[in-house]
Nanobody
Framework: EMQLVESGGGLVQPGGSLRLSCAAS????????MDWVRQAPGKGREWVSR????????SYSASVKGRFTISRDDAKNMLYLQMNSLKPEDTGVYYC?????RGQGTQVTVSS
């Protein structure tokens, strides 16, 4: 069974940092294009970042570029999202996924 489990969310003050993790089972992450998406309260899902299969080129939405970094540890079969300089508008549930496969999400709240 393919499964993704996100972790690392929490409450952080504006300007702070968090690192989200996505643990995979039943799927080898390096073989897939992997995305992080988020959903703010009362809003639709927003794409945040992507890492491509194989060599792992990356891309980011304009709202997070320069602040967030997506990475992948192939030995551990893990996906990460390092989030720096967090803003209140970054608040939401963050999901990792590929295609229709998504985890359950992890809550990120940026507030003073």
């Amino acid at each position: 069974e393919m499964q993704l489990v996100e972790s690392g969310g929490g409450l952080v003050q504006p300007g702070g940092s968090l690192r989200l993790s996505c643990a995979a089972s039943g799927i080898t992450l390096k073989n897939y294009v992997m995305d992080w998406v988020r959903q703010a309260p009362g809003k639709g899902r927003e794409w945040v970042s992507r890492i491509n299969s194989g060599g792992g080129s990356t891309s980011y939405s304009a709202s997070v570029k320069g602040r967030f970094t997506i990475s992948r540890d192939d030995a551990k079969n893990m996906l990460y999202l390092q989030m720096n300089s967090l803003k209140p508008e970054d608040t939401g549930v963050y999901y990792c996924g590929t295609g229709t496969l998504r985890g359950q999400g992890t809550q990120v709240t940026v507030s003073s």
